[in-house]
């Protein structure tokens, strides 16, 4: 149980395109869905915290207007990253809870690569 | 607000041998779950352990297991007869009740054969 499955897997596309990632709870309710940011060899990276239903809430320091969360099912959330440049290559991982209290299950990650 | 230390950038050990990966954490909460978790090369993030801490004994999952030190704000992870299939980087995560999860910086652990 408790699988949360994201996709696409890698990504590679031009400067100046946008890219969205989706992250679905495959067999439970998310109320609580987390993305994150990593780069090789360090640790994860908070980005956002978003709830079904209600808008995402950022960390200090990521752009919202860059990064469009949106958290619009109990199964779905989704990562936009609009007019990616080259700096904006990571991997990023989406995590998700049914309960606040429980282990946060992740998600395999998007390797995202900008021309 | 919670932090989460791992001084051991780089760790490794021979196989079927034991290892300690440190971590110390600092909280003001007196509820809160502490996670060991493990990212293999394919980067997918494996809880490993689970420690709740109102609970003063150490959590055992296998040949993984945990030396809680409320105290001391210490939580390592032992892993005993390891495996080649153990080599990963390993995050130590602190979670405030109800709050997100904070990891450590990460600890490689390389396995030799």
């Known amino acids: 149980g408790a699988v949360v499955s994201q996709h696409p897997s890698r990504v590679i596309c031009k400067s100046g395109t946008s890219v969205k990632i989706e992250c679905r709870s495959l067999?439970?309710?998310?109320?609580?869905m987390f993305w994150y940011r990593q780069f090789p060899k360090k640790s994860l990276m908070l980005m956002a915290t978003s709830n079904e239903g209600s808008k995402a809430t950022y960390e200090q320091g990521v752009e919202k207007d860059k990064f469009l969360i949106n958290h619009a099912s109990l199964t779905l959330s989704t990562l936009t990253v609009t007019s990616a440049h080259p700096e904006d290559s990571s991997f990023y991982i989406c995590?998700?809870?049914?309960?606040?209290?429980?282990?946060?299950?992740f998600g395999d990650g998007t390797r995202l690569s900008i021309l | 607000a919670q932090t989460v230390t791992q001084s051991q950038p780089e760790m490794s050990v021979q196989e079927a041998e034991t290892v300690t990966l440190s971590c110390t954490y600092d909280t003001s909460e007196s509820n809160y779950y502490l996670f060991w978790y493990k990212q293999p090369p394919s980067r997918q993030m494996i809880l490993v352990i689970r420690?709740?801490?109102?609970?003063?004994q150490n959590a055992t999952e296998n040949r993984f297991s945990v030396n809680f030190q409320k105290a001391a704000k210490s939580f390592s992870l032992k892993i005993s007869d390891s495996q080649l299939g153990d080599t990963a980087m390993y995050f130590c995560?602190?979670?405030?009740?109800?709050?997100?999860?904070?990891f450590g910086a990460g600890t490689i652990l390389r396995v030799k054969s």
């Open positions: 995560a602190s979670m405030e009740y109800g709050n997100k999860l904070v």
């Open positions: 995590s998700a809870v049914d309960r606040i209290d429980q282990p946060q299950h």
């Open positions: 067999d439970f309710q998310a109320t609580t």
């Open positions: 420690q709740e801490a109102y609970k003063q």
